[in-house]
């Protein structure tokens, strides 16, 4: 099973386990069952400062992704670190969904394009 460890920071009321839920939905339909995966819901003043630091852009954004393992092959008994996904539920308002599964194909390694954007109808 994949393990998703949550960090609150944004004082939202959110759901978590619809969250979780579709997170591990995602990543069963794209063969990964197992690993560790940490969802940090933040206030938009630090999405903004992640997303100036790590892509150099200063403004809000709805979600982040910081991709560890993907799905590189790992040796045996090692557990997968498939990273972690930043999201601002003050941004991303009632769309967090969409926001969340996009942020999760990144974590397994898909780019903006057009099979980012078929995998994302398929959870839509």
Not at 90 to 104: F, K, M, P, T, Y
Request: glycine share 8%; charged share 30%; hydrophobic share 45%.
């Amino acid at each position: 099973m994949v393990e998703v460890e949550v960090a609150n920071r944004s004082g939202a009321d959110f759901d978590l386990r619809t969250a979780t839920a579709l997170i591990r939905e995602v990543l069963r339909a794209e063969g990964i069952v197992d690993g560790e995966l940490g969802l940090q819901l933040v206030e938009p003043e630090e999405i903004r400062t992640l997303k100036r630091e790590h892509l150099g852009m200063d403004e809000e954004t709805d979600a982040l992704a910081f991709p560890i393992d993907g799905r590189e092959p790992l040796p045996e008994g090692i557990p997968r670190q498939l990273g972690d996904v930043v999201l601002c539920p003050e941004v991303v308002g009632d769309a967090w969904r969409a926001a969340l599964v996009h942020a999760v194909l990144h974590l397994v390694g898909y780019d903006h394009g057009l099979e980012m954007e078929a995998r994302e109808r398929t959870y839509a």
